[in-house]
């Protein structure tokens, strides 16, 4: 770091070793790594997870196998049939900073059973079971993958379960300071809160195409864990100085990001990174990656809650430099609504024709003038 550099200004993604936390002088200097990591770059690898590798490797390995399915199929189990925007979704059907995403997806969620009855907020409808036959591809088309696929997510929850308890001790808080965030008094529970996943396909772009896999945007939830299904490049993060700085696959990591929820409720400390895909060049194969989103309670109201930081750690906020213009802008309405409206609103902007078909009232909020060409986040 040269001299006048901030920590913000960061070159390069830390790699934090989960191993070390087997032993106490190694737990202190993963706590130490994971306070720079939260506070400057808002991303970090995690490697040696405590996740198998024998099943990241195997869901790796199914992949492209799930994109190559019939496409009727794939339109059989399209987004706009659940009201919990699970589904397929397919190339060039959002936008992100007013260009087209190309990207081809699935969204899942981890098991739960929707609690909505007449009269509810509509975001309790958000919430609800992926385990159905009108969102999973059928058995015999691709055997074992939604078990594994569950397998997958079972222990990504435990670990996203395990990584707020880390989160509070590099911020020297209670352990179970982030527990009220999850309706629940100790560290939060497997069921008690529903995370998504999707599932994502970036083909390669056309000579003389747009190169946008993904926009600039921000995640929404608390924490983001990715798991990078092939050897391509693309994922870019950006610094405080707006330089885009490369993120590229590590074997056998997850790269954990920050998202807009844990940025407000720690005051600005943990930092929300714009992110963006760029799409492989002309002739390559695909670049597939699996995110995990990891969320909080629908009902909280994150203006409501206050964490009492000691003097010391609010001041970290000041050395990393001033916040530069970012091409992010996404989540701006937390602290106005409840979590899970605040999730509704981008789930409506960047699927509207789901929003359309199961929540009329806020489709019709959103957009006035009536179906969009394309959803957008922002």
Not at 138 to 147: A, H, R, T, V
Not at 165 to 190: I, R, Y
Not at 230 to 253: C, F, K, M, R, Y
Not at 270 to 283: D, E, I, K, W
Request: aromatic share 12%; glycine share 10%.
């Amino acid at each position: 770091m040269a001299q006048d550099e901030k920590p913000g200004d960061f070159s390069s993604i830390p790699i934090l070793d989960w191993s070390l936390l087997s032993t106490p002088e190694g737990k202190s200097k993963f706590i130490g790594e994971l306070q720079h990591a939260l506070v400057n770059v808002g991303f970090l690898y995690l490697s040696n997870p405590p996740v198998a590798r024998e099943v990241m490797d195997k869901l790796i390995e199914y992949t492209p196998r799930l994109f190559d399915l019939p496409q009727e199929e794939k339109e059989s189990i399209r987004m706009t049939n659940s009201p919990h925007f699970f589904g397929y979704t397919g190339v060039g059907a959002e936008i992100t900073k007013g260009k087209t995403d190309q990207r081809e997806q699935f969204d899942f969620g981890t098991p739960y059973e929707c609690k909505w009855k007449p009269g509810d907020p509509d975001y309790i409808k958000l919430w609800g079971p992926s385990q159905v036959c009108l969102i999973w591809p059928k058995e015999e088309l691709i055997p074992g993958f939604k078990d594994l696929y569950l397998r997958y997510l079972a222990q990504v929850e435990q670990l996203s379960n395990e990584f707020t308890g880390l989160l509070a001790e590099a911020f020297e808080l209670p352990e179970d300071a982030f527990a009220p965030f999850f309706s629940g008094s100790t560290k939060p529970k497997p069921g008690v809160v529903q995370h998504r996943t999707k599932i994502i396909k970036y083909p390669a772009r056309k000579e003389g195409g747009s190169d946008q896999g993904v926009g600039p945007h921000f995640d929404g939830g608390f924490l983001t864990f990715l798991l990078q299904a092939s050897d391509h490049p693309g994922l870019q993060v950006q610094n405080l100085t707006g330089e885009w700085i490369d993120a590229p696959p590590i074997p056998g990591t997850f790269v954990v990001n920050i998202g807009k929820a844990l940025e407000n409720v720690t005051q600005g400390l943990a930092r929300a990174t714009s992110h963006r895909v760029l799409s492989p060049p002309p002739g390559s194969t695909p670049r597939y990656s699996i995110p995990f989103f990891q969320f909080i309670s629908q009902e909280v109201l994150l203006s409501d809650f206050k964490l009492e930081f000691k003097p010391e750690i609010l001041k970290l906020k000041e050395s990393r430099g001033q916040l530069g213009v970012v091409d992010s802008v996404n989540y701006a309405e937390y602290g106005l609504y409840p979590a899970g409206h605040v999730t509704l609103i981008g789930r409506v902007r960047s699927h509207p024709d789901v929003g359309e078909r199961h929540y009329p009232d806020l489709f019709k909020q959103l957009f006035p003038n009536g179906m969009p060409a394309q959803g957008s986040a922002y």
